[in-house]
């Protein structure tokens, strides 16, 4: 047990609203990600996080933000909620201390996000 | 443009029987190759990693091969068994260092008893 726990595990909110989801870990690893998941579009990476203040993009990041002021914590923000993020997001760690390609990835139980 | 395909139809297959999934790529040189499972409103588990230098790797009853000329990856799963029953995700690596994975829309396996 890689130790995430995303929060909230569910949230329905309007359109136009700020949402920010949260993962914590409780290992100290030093990637983590965040993804959406859609039908038809598969897993796909929002941004991730290389250490405390340092993230970078992915592909669809456009419409959020993320943040990680402490190791254990990587937080996304959506500043202002569409209907087309409405979506299943999950969050990851990555136990390697250099590129993730060659360490598993441990995955949260995600959060489900409605938006209406 | 870079593609992972998996097939998007759900694979049926009676228990014992052994079930093959196949994850192809286009423009991708990837170092590692990743096989997940993922249950209904669950996240992905991680099962097998495959380097670009490795032709199979095996895990209890999975097997991974990796044929990089054909630009493929198998996915066997022996004796299967009704509890292997999910979506199976593969993940590619780019190269190596790199740090972020991308992946495939994954494969349901449905195991009849």
């Known amino acids: 047990d890689a130790g995430i726990t995303q929060s909230p595990r569910h949230k329905v909110t309007e359109t136009g609203t700020p949402v920010t989801l949260r993962c914590h870990q409780t290992?100290?690893?030093?990637?983590m990600y965040w993804y959406r998941q859609d039908p038809g579009h598969g897993l796909r990476l929002i941004h991730y996080?290389?250490?405390?203040?340092?993230?970078d993009k992915g592909e669809v990041s456009d419409g959020y933000s993320v943040s990680r002021s402490k190791t254990e914590d990587f937080l996304l923000t959506l500043e202002s909620a569409t209907s087309s993020q409405t979506s299943v997001y999950f969050c990851?760690?990555?136990?390697?201390?250099?590129?993730?390609?060659?360490?598993?990835?441990?995955f949260g139980d995600g959060t489900r996000l409605s938006i209406l | 443009s870079q593609k992972i395909e998996q097939n998007s139809e759900a694979l049926n297959i009676q228990e014992g029987k052994t079930a093959t999934l196949t994850c192809n790529y286009t423009?991708?040189?990837?170092?590692?190759l990743q096989w997940y499972r993922q249950d209904p409103g669950r996240g992905p588990v991680f099962l097998l990693l495959?380097?670009?230098?490795?032709k199979e790797k095996r895990k209890e009853r999975l097997k991974v091969t990796f044929d990089t000329t054909l630009k493929q990856s198998l996915f066997h799963i022996t004796a299967s068994q009704p509890a292997d029953s999910a979506t199976y995700l593969c993940?590619?690596?780019?190269?190596?260092?790199?740090?972020?994975?991308?992946f495939g829309k994954g494969t349901m396996l449905l195991v009849s008893p």
């Open positions: 423009n991708y040189s990837p170092a590692y």
């Open positions: 495959i380097r670009e230098n490795e």
């Open positions: 996080s290389y250490g405390v203040k340092d993230t």
């Open positions: 990851a760690i990555s136990t390697g201390t250099g590129g993730a390609g060659n360490q598993p990835q441990h």
């Open positions: 290992e100290n690893h030093r990637y």
């Open positions: 993940a590619l690596a780019p190269i190596s260092g790199y740090s972020t994975l991308t």
